[in-house]
């Protein structure tokens, strides 16, 4: 129980979170609570407190769209917090999407998919800085936000929170892909939106740190890890993660044994290099 | 196979990523065409322009949550309506125009602007403009002869936006048929009429402006309305030359009717 407990008590916290801010909209719109209202794209913590999604901003930006001074407020909050504080961790903490490819990634390993397709992907993880910058293109020749007319992500969390219709079609579109064509493709290669959080959130404080000197070789971590080119440093030298392509989603410190990963505060660990 | 010079690498690589953005850039606005199209679409009270609010509304659902008359609903895949938007069913649930307006301050973008429903400083849902009532005469009983007044009656505005109109029923002689007229200044599209309205499929029903109604070239004036009128002060005088033939009428039988093609 206690090895169960600490080889998945991030992924445990994570779907708490995870299903627990769902939940909270849920109520909001069926029940009528008022902690968080709203959705993804916007909302408002118990009545007062305004969040709006950065992307999407920069995309109304784009589509030529009038800002107002809510929407700007909501935006500084979401983007401060995930800029200095939180770094990727709304795609592994927060996003519903997050729960279907970490099924697929499951499910890929369980049925053999990674032997047969072999370790070489088809694909470039820049993919998603493209996409990225080809939403706001179109965005400002169409004039809508075009990533928003055609996010499963919102169309999954929308569609619980207010009807699904055929949301759940996205959501398995994606699970299909992630499973049989590409290993963390959607997360990992196409989302715009985790683009977006990668550039974010690369220089915010909390940070997975390696301990070279207690890293016994296992490699547990770099088969856990979503986004596995950002532990390059595993075994060789004793750094923080800094790639912002890291969703701070912790699997790598719960499965290490050897106590040789953990998180702490960026600045930290600097000044103590620094004072060394 | 040759290795590429490095020049050519460049190339080819920067020719491959413009041809793959071209390809997904042209589906993705190809999609996005068909995806926000839908004219017969009602929007919640003050809402923006069509495509002004297309590239406004966040889809947040805080004006759907707001409406105490669960009135409002987002756009689900599968609705053929732009996906996320609000909007409004009125045969299903009209809007009640609630005095409060709660579904238009929540807006976190302004793409219901609180502006345009608000007169001398207080909330005013009776100039909200969400759409038009029309009646199809075929089919409402009213016009048949039969009395009914369920849209009048149902009609939040009664006496401004729908009136009924008397007149003598010729085919029983000792009949008056009681019409209902809509007025498009004083409708606000709120779809109370449409949701009383008795016929299976409803009579009088709600369509966007832009469908429900024409429009008049400025050059045509009411001689009786005085503030139409007032319009011809501020005219100038247009001078037009318009080349008129200098052959005479009759030539045109013996020309084989070509000048007329």
């Given at each position: 129980?206690?090895?169960?407990?600490?080889?998945?008590?991030?992924?445990?916290?994570?779907?708490?979170?995870?299903?627990?801010?769902?939940?909270?909209?849920?109520?909001?719109?069926?029940?009528?609570?008022?902690?968080?209202?709203?959705?993804?794209?916007?909302?408002?913590?118990?009545?007062?407190?305004?969040?709006?999604?950065?992307?999407?901003?920069?995309?109304?930006?784009?589509?030529?769209?009038?800002?107002?001074?809510?929407?700007?407020?909501?935006?500084?909050?979401?983007?401060?917090?995930?800029?200095?504080?939180?770094?990727?961790?709304?795609?592994?903490?927060?996003?519903?999407?997050?729960?279907?490819?970490?099924?697929?990634?499951?499910?890929?390993?369980?049925?053999?998919?990674?032997?047969?397709?072999?370790?070489?992907?088809?694909?470039?993880?820049?993919?998603?800085?493209?996409?990225?910058?080809?939403?706001?293109?179109?965005?400002?020749?169409?004039?809508?936000?075009?990533?928003?007319?055609?996010?499963?992500?919102?169309?999954?969390?929308?569609?619980?929170?207010?009807?699904?219709?055929?949301?759940?079609?996205?959501?398995?579109?994606?699970?299909?892909?992630?499973?049989?064509?590409?290993?963390?493709?959607?997360?990992?290669?196409?989302?715009p939106l985790g683009g977006f959080y990668s550039l974010l959130g690369k220089f915010s404080l909390i940070r997975v740190h390696h301990l070279e000197e207690n890293c016994t070789l296992c490699m547990k971590c770099k088969v856990v890890c979503p986004e596995n080119h950002v532990l390059h440093m595993i075994g060789k030298e004793s750094l923080p993660v800094l790639s912002g392509e890291c969703t701070n989603c912790a699997r790598c410190i719960e499965v290490c044994d050897d106590k040789a990963l953990k998180f702490s505060l960026k600045s930290f660990i600097q000044n103590k290099k620094k004072g060394e | 196979m040759k290795k590429l010079s490095e020049r050519r690498e460049f190339l080819l690589t920067m020719a491959r990523g413009i041809g793959l953005a071209s390809i997904g850039g042209l589906v993705w606005s190809a999609y996005l065409d068909k995806a926000v199209s839908a004219p017969l679409l009602l929007r919640p009270p003050a809402a923006l322009s069509e495509s002004d609010f297309l590239a406004t509304c966040i889809k947040c659902g805080l004006c759907v949550e707001a409406c105490p008359y669960d009135t409002l609903m987002l756009a689900k895949p599968g609705d053929e309506r732009p996906l996320g938007t609000p909007f409004f069913i009125p045969r299903d649930i009209p809007c009640y125009m609630c005095p409060d307006i709660p579904c238009v301050p929540v807006c976190p973008t302004g793409a219901l602007d609180e502006s345009s429903v608000t007169t001398h400083g207080v909330l005013d849902i009776g100039v909200a403009n969400m759409g038009l009532a029309v009646v199809d005469e075929e089919s409402c009983i009213a016009f048949w002869g039969i009395q009914c007044d369920a849209c009048y009656r149902a009609c939040p505005i009664l006496g401004e936006a729908i009136t009924i109109e008397y007149s003598k029923n010729e085919r029983t002689g000792k009949h008056a048929f009681l019409k209902p007229v809509v007025h498009a200044d004083a409708c606000t599209g709120c779809g109370l009429c449409e949701h009383a309205c008795v016929t299976k499929k409803p009579a009088i029903f709600v369509l966007p402006n832009e469908i429900a109604q024409g429009s008049v070239d400025t050059h045509y004036i009411r001689g009786w309305d005085t503030k139409d009128e007032n319009r011809l002060e501020k005219a100038q005088e247009i001078k037009t030359t318009t080349n008129i033939s200098k052959k005479k009428a009759v030539d045109s039988l013996n020309s084989n009717l070509e000048d007329l093609y």
């Open positions: 129980m206690h090895k169960l407990w600490s080889n998945y008590r991030y992924l445990f916290l994570r779907r708490v979170t995870q299903i627990g801010i769902l939940v909270l909209y849920f109520g909001a719109n069926a029940w009528g609570w008022n902690i968080l209202q709203g959705n993804l794209s916007s909302s408002l913590i118990l009545g007062t407190i305004p969040m709006s999604d950065p992307y999407a901003l920069l995309q109304m930006l784009a589509a030529g769209a009038i800002l107002s001074t809510n929407l700007l407020v909501g935006v500084g909050i979401v983007a401060l917090f995930y800029f200095l504080i939180g770094g990727r961790a709304f795609c592994s903490w927060v996003c519903p999407i997050n729960m279907v490819t970490d099924l697929a990634a499951f499910c890929r390993n369980l049925i053999g998919m990674n032997q047969l397709t072999g370790v070489k992907q088809p694909a470039s993880r820049k993919l998603r800085y493209w996409i990225l910058v080809l939403s706001l293109v179109i965005s400002a020749i169409m004039g809508v936000t075009a990533f928003e007319f055609l996010s499963p992500i919102s169309m999954l969390h929308r569609g619980i929170v207010f009807g699904l219709g055929f949301g759940w079609a996205g959501a398995l579109i994606i699970f299909l892909f992630d499973l049989f064509v590409l290993k963390n493709g959607w997360c990992g290669h196409i989302c | -």
